[in-house]
Nanobody
């Protein structure tokens, strides 16, 4: 089992920045690729970004490229999502997940409880 706890969400203005963190415990963190997903009210959960177990490979959803950066620190069992140039449409609950590197929820076995990000215009 892997337990994941997200933090860092909150309220930001359009154009601003937030940094999300996801702390892992349980099984060896560095065995897993990590992903970030988000879900807005009334919408399906969508892929944001993913990073390989080593941190050497990153994938981003097209709408996040150039604005969001995923990174990880295996010594701290933590994955991060730096979000810049935020837009109101980025408002959602953001989830981190552990599993296989991929862009769909099927690749991930473990999920955090989510952290709310709200971007005001």
């Amino acid at each position: 089992q892997v337990q994941l706890v997200e933090s860092g969400g909150g309220l930001a203005q359009a154009g601003g920045s937030l940094r999300l963190s996801c702390a892992a415990s349980g099984r060896t963190f560095s065995n897993y690729a990590m992903g970030w997903f988000r879900q807005a009210p009334g919408k399906e959960r969508e892929f944001v970004a993913a990073i390989s177990w080593s941190g050497g490979v990153m994938h981003y959803a097209n709408s996040m490229k150039g604005r969001f950066t995923i990174s990880r620190d295996n010594a701290k069992n933590t994955v991060y999502l730096q979000m810049n140039s935020l837009k109101p449409e980025d408002t959602a609950v953001y989830y981190c997940a552990a599993g296989q590197l991929g862009a769909t929820t099927r690749e991930y076995d473990y999920w955090g409880q989510g952290t709310q990000v709200t971007v005001s215009s």
